[in-house]
């Protein structure tokens, strides 16, 4: 487990108020650790997780967690909090909480030892131990099971797995044997645990039902159905068992293999924090005799399952910006794959290229023309999905897999009707909600194998291809049309305001929901470049390379301003930002926000208003410094860069000395200037 939580990605002082922002600090510093390589998108795999079901557990546990793409390593994040913040658990807020992060395919080994911690937060001495450590090396190493809890007793798998090793993620779980229940046999139970992604409450719930089965003279047999897989009950064990208990919050797989049995089905959540009530209540259904109907299930989940209720409590605003930040997030790798293929294409054989005949039909392998104008194509039709992929997980994000097909249906109306970037977004909420609605719409359990994959794609996709042709479609091409005319419009003091407020939401979050707002309207434009959307474009990606580049600088004038560790982040942000990666601030802006925000805000909206006065224009949606040569007006960009570094490092720099100033006693010198510093902080 040693790769998987260092002492870095420990805090001790988590100061966030709410969970969002809890998640978010935890989550930078995942970032900063090169764990997750995209905040906002992991971000929104959080919360569209959190959305699913609270995820505060009883005893002032916060869990939250997510498989996303947007993770390069299994981590693990962990924060203290001293006022405690609300995740939802019925006995109050957590002081708590583990961020888990696993990858997309997160392999079996990774998936054990991240049960394996699920299963140690269930001991009153692990969570009394994380409460009492005062050193974040020492605490991460207690969670990586190298320092054992002081005065913890064995945990109650070990008479089952070898000491060290956590059982097999999937695998069948057996309590130690119980005492006879009065007639020479145990009473028997078989469970069923599962959670959308398989990483922590279906282990935590097996582990309280197992224990709680040993304290009752139970016997219970657990198998964890993790989104990973899982490995089947011998139908020995099934065919043995009083009574069954199923705590899931996704579909419970194969279902008719319990047919016959006494059954308790409740969330997930309640194994974790009720067992001993579950176990009592299967006993009492055994005594009197009732067999509930268990109907026949398939392997996969069906249609609207998912433990969806939690989504419904979540105020809408949140709701709405974590579908949209999906689509975006989906959206990304099309805009940099296509717009640099397109970009490479213009620096090989000039703009003309894009009118090119196909090269299907004429291509000459020793000219270079030709080379360009594949290039362009390809690039081209990367751009092309640009719409339906963002239309197409926004209603993702709403509704799963189902909503796909009539998201990216949606989506390719809004490019035929000419509606636009505005267009793919209202596709996609169109096509999430006609999904939902239809979800929610009672069917005989002899279609519910084919709702998800015929008659919901196939009637909320006829849905939604009316509404986009005959009802909405028209009246956002006119709106998107007014917008591109006015973008074209532009000049003078009203250029200069809107690279202001681009400049703003570029750095006011560095990869959060307002960057990514200012991002997602600025490649929005170059779907049908225009004058004023390449100008747009400048500025934002100008403005959006401004923190790193500062922050890197200001490290260098002014070195006693900064730790350590700071300062060797400030030499990667050097990179960072003239890639345009902005997330390259973000571990300054969690150690300081209120200096370093507003600083680099300050320079980003400099460079975003001289980039528009100056007329600069941009193709590529990314590429920082490396494409300069498509840019028009390259040096005027460059000057527009290089004034908004300056500002933001004079503002970083002046405010950090303030404090500085303040923070260390007369008559010391700059030999102890940092750890006075740091210390003022604390």
Known sequence: ???LITAELVDLDLSAATKDAAA?????????????????????????REAQMPTGLDGGIGIPHCRSEHVGAPTLAFGRSARGIDFGAADGP?????????????????????????????????????????????VAALIRGEEPAPDTEAAPEAADVPEGKAPEAGAPERAASPADDGDGAPFRIVAVTSCPTGIAHTYMAAESLTVAGRAEGVEVTVETQGSAGFSKLDPSVIAAADAVIWAHDVE????????????????????????????????????????????EGGDGPEAGDGGGSGADGAHFGVR?????????????PFVAAGGLLIALSFAIGGYEIADAKSVADHFVWGQ???????????????????????????????????????????GAI???????????????????????AIQRVPVHPTLRGIMPVLVIPLSASAVVGFLMFIVVGKPIAALQGALTDWLNGLSGSNAVILGVVLGLMMCFDMGGPLNKVAYAFAVGGLADPTDGSLKVMAAVMAAGMVPPLALALATTVRKKLFTKTERENGRAAWVLGASFITEGAIPFAAADPLRVIPSVMAGGAVTGALSMAFGCT???????????????????YLLAIAAGTLVATALVVLLKGVRHTAAVPAGEGAATAPEARVGATA
């Open 252 to 295: 419970v797989r194969e279902k008719a293999r319990f047919r016959g049995k006494p059954l308790v089905d409740v969330g997930v959540k309640a194994g974790i924090n009720r067992p001993a009530e579950l176990i009592a209540e299967a006993r009492r259904k055994a005594e009197r005799g009732e067999i509930s109907a268990v109907p």
């Open 414 to 436: 809004a490019l035929t009707v000419e509606a636009g970037f505005l267009g793919g977004l209202v596709a996609g909420l169109l096509a999430g909600a006609v999904v939902t």
């Open 24 to 48: 978010r600090s935890l989550a930078e510093r995942m970032v900063a650790a090169h764990r997750v390589t995209d905040l906002d998108g992991f971000l929104a795999d959080v919360a569209a």
């Open 368 to 410: 270079a023309d030709s080379w360009a104008a594949l290039l362009n194509q390809i690039g081209s039709a990367a751009f092309g999905f640009l719409v339906p992929v963002l239309a197409g997980y926004i209603a993702y994000g709403m509704a799963d897999r189902p909503a796909l097909v009539p998201g990216f249906v949606g």
């Open 320 to 332: 709405l910006r974590t579908y949209l930040m999906s689509g975006v997030s989906y959206m990304v």
């Open 618 to 636: 941009l193709r590529a949606p990314h590429g920082g410094i490396f494409v300069v040569p498509l840019i028009g007006e390259p040096f005027l």
């Open 1 to 3: 487990m040693s790769e």
């Open 94 to 138: 957590a002081d708590l909480i583990f961020l888990i992060a696993a990858p997309a395919g997160a392999d079996d080994d990774h998936l054990t030892i991240l049960s394996g911690l699920a299963r140690r937060l269930m001991d009153p001495e692990f969570t009394a131990a994380l409460r009492a450590g005062d050193d974040p090396g020492t």
